[in-house]
């Protein structure tokens, strides 16, 4: 797994993926191991908005990579716009380690959409469609 911080405006103790496992120029993976006191944790469980933050981060460390190690420029400023056809089917359990992939799948100026999955050992616990802006791209 590679250092996520270098390449996303996030830092401690609002980074929510541990690193990146892979990127590619239209895919990225990244996990995320919770711990029991962490505090996406809620009730016995990770918080559902945070899945969709680690979605969000593997987007920034996607984006981040291509400004950093592809083009070797700084990292651009980028923020969630929306939230489309998400699906939570089941419930994250603390001290679990979780899978993020996401995937672009299309671009507007400024704006791309991605498509992204959550999974634990190896079985989606939730699935949706993100947009983004991203400043460095207009």
């Known amino acids: 797994m590679h250092d996520v911080e270098p390449l996303i405006p996030h830092k401690k103790p609002m980074i929510m993926i541990d690193g990146y496992c892979k990127i590619d120029d239209k895919r990225a993976f990244s996990e995320k191991t919770f711990s029991a006191d962490d505090y996406a944790v809620g009730r016995g469980f990770v918080m559902e908005s945070i899945l969709i ?9 996607h984006s981040g990579y291509n400004a950093v190690v592809e083009k070797n420029s700084p990292p651009g400023q980028g923020m969630l716009v929306t939230v489309d056809a998400f699906e939570f089917y089941e419930r994250v359990p603390p001290t679990a380690t979780i899978t993020i992939h996401i995937e672009q ?9 991605y498509r992204g999955t959550v999974s634990r050992m190896g079985r989606p616990v939730a699935k949706g469609d993100i947009k983004v802006f ?3 791209q207009e």
């Open 53 to 61: 933050e680690c979605l969000a981060q593997t987007v920034a460390a």
């Open 105 to 113: 799948r299309d671009q507007f100026g400024s704006f791309t959409m």
């Open 134 to 136: 991203n400043a460095r």
